[in-house]
């Protein structure tokens, strides 16, 4: 019969379990791999980690998780992580340049959708984009809105966020600012 205490001493010890080999090899990844995503974000841009868009989410988390195995997996070398960032740093690149056509747009970004029209709920639009009656308020009350009369538009946008639109002595909101905007 196995002991449990033996169990965990085996699992205790293995979690130091390493060598100055393997220690040095992280050390070096590491630096290797944090100069090419400096390198690599130089030359594509601010966009590589923004939140603009789904696309630049998955742009960081893969960038984040190639980073963490070629650190980490003796799997990956140093030149398999660069060349797997070089590829993620190109999509995005190339998916930068495509938005300039609006069929790519429409495919790769999440439209903008309209939940409250002044002091209106667009429950159909809450519900096409999962929000609850219990999210707006907390954005609301986040927006330091105290009366529904102070909100002009809420947006959920592309990247997630909710935004509210304040009113301000009753001046309308240019059309250019809710131009994409599903209403």
Known sequence: MVDLADILIKAWS?????????????????IGIYVAVILYTRIAGKRSFSKMSSFDFAMTVAVGSMIATTILSKSVSLLEGGVGLIMVYGLQLIAAT??????FRQFIDNQPTLLMDGEILLHDNMKAVRVTEGDLRSKLRESNVAKLSEVKAVIFETTGNLVVVHKDHNCPVDDWILKDVKR
Request: glycine share 0%; charged share 15%.
């Open 14 to 30: 293995n979690l130091f379990d390493t060598t100055t080999n393997s220690l040095l090899l992280i050390f070096l990844t590491s």
């Open 98 to 103: 495509f938005r300039r056509y609006k069929w």
